[in-house]
């Protein structure tokens, strides 16, 4: 199935103006009709929400970019584009240690205060 910018858009809920912006910077080609118009397929929709979660990961636009070039290259490309995936996976590995640091002390900062009201409890 074809879709034009403006159908596509909704289909991926991106506005057609980050469409044309993500173009621009290479992320996705959608193919060309014959008056020249875009025509964005089934595989770009997939591509773009692939996409979006690699920008729910955090994943820098930099790097975005660079794996956009490389699975527009093919197959060859395929250690390259795990490469990034295992680096971002580590940062997210990092980032959730230190999330778990955070709940730990905010969970010892609350039992502490419940300790104390407890004991000012006992004293009334």
């Given at each position: 199935m074809s879709y034009e910018i403006g159908a596509f858009s909704e289909l991926v809920s991106l506005s057609i103006d980050t469409l044309r912006y993500y173009e621009k910077l290479?992320?996705?080609?959608?193919?060309?009709?014959?008056?020249?118009?875009?025509?964005?397929?089934?595989?770009?929709?997939?591509?773009?929400q692939f996409i979006k979660r690699l920008k729910k990961t955090g994943m820098p636009i930099k790097s975005i970019k660079l794996y956009a070039k490389l699975r527009y290259q093919g197959n060859a490309t395929i250690d390259e584009r795990l490469k990034l995936l295992d680096n971002q996976?580590?940062?997210?590995?990092?980032?959730?240690?230190?999330?778990?640091?955070?709940?730990?002390?905010?969970?010892?900062?609350?039992?502490?205060?419940?300790?104390?009201?407890?004991?000012?409890?006992?004293?009334?």
């Open positions: 290479g992320l996705i080609k959608p193919q060309r009709s014959t008056n020249n118009r875009r025509a964005y397929t089934d595989n770009d929709i997939k591509w773009v996976m580590h940062r997210l590995k990092t980032d959730q240690n230190e999330i778990q640091a955070h709940i730990a002390f905010l969970n010892q900062k609350m039992a502490t205060y419940r300790q104390i009201k407890a004991e000012i409890s006992k004293t009334q």
